[in-house]
């Protein structure tokens, strides 16, 4: 849960920032070990990985701090400018969704962890369904046609935007797939993570504010 907000500490138990805790992740030999404390409350604290261990957790810890550390960094800052055409041929845009809350998801057909989501995210749209300023949109790589096929077998609640291939490495720069942004009432990303249970507290949060 390395996109949620929390506390966090280095090896002498002393506490950092979280951008020099994800920076040791990604270029050390560490894992991150969350510390007992209340379900709602997060606290990291670095321990170093055994040498006998296998290569392969270093490997995957140092991948995941890595793509953690690139969407901490994009929180604070604008989102890029965009106007995109849904499936129903409805404009979507920084202009046209100014003063609402955002909620953007990226993925894929063929990605397993996006599907898997669907029912979960469905619900969430569902929740708010109320709150005309909040709007669900889904940036996706495969083309119309493809969507509106698979669509029809596993439906999705979100506003669906096709060939965003391009959109999402080079101007997003994304690297893991699902991600989640949320984005304020004055176009500012809030948040990003990588799973639905960090966007569901994080959304619960914005939505109050």
């Known amino acids: 849960m390395l996109s949620r907000d929390f506390t966090a500490f280095d090896l002498l138990s002393k506490e950092i920032s979280k951008e020099a805790f994800l920076n040791q992740l990604v270029n050390g030999n560490l894992i991150p070990i969350r510390l007992k404390s209340a379900d709602s409350v997060y606290n990291y604290k670095l321990f170093k990985i055994l040498p006998k261990s296998d290569t392969s957790i270093k490997a995957t810890i140092n991948q995941q701090a890595f793509d953690a550390l690139h969407n901490f960094k994009m929180e604070g800052t604008p989102f890029p400018k965009f106007s995109f055409k849904d499936l129903d041929g409805n404009v979507v845009s920084n202009e046209s969704m100014k003063g609402k809350i955002i ?14 989501e669907f029912p979960q995210v469905n619900a969430l749209v569902s929740k708010y369904k109320d709150r005309k300023d909040i709007v669900f949109i889904s940036l ?7 969507l509106k096929t698979f669509l029809a077998r596993k439906p999705l609640s979100y506003s669906v935007i096709p060939n965003m291939k391009e959109y999402m490495n080079e101007t997003l720069q994304l690297n893991a797939f699902p991600t989640h942004f949320i984005l304020n009432k004055e176009g ?12 569901e507290v994080a959304l619960d949060k914005e939505s109050k504010l």
Request: charged share 25%; hydrophobic share 40%; with cysteine.
């Open 103 to 116: 909620v953007i998801k990226c993925w894929y057909i063929h990605c397993a962890a996006c599907i898997k």
């Open 188 to 199: 500012v990303i809030k948040k990003v993570v990588s799973n639905f249970e960090s966007l």
């Open 140 to 146: 996706a790589e495969d083309t119309p046609e493809q």
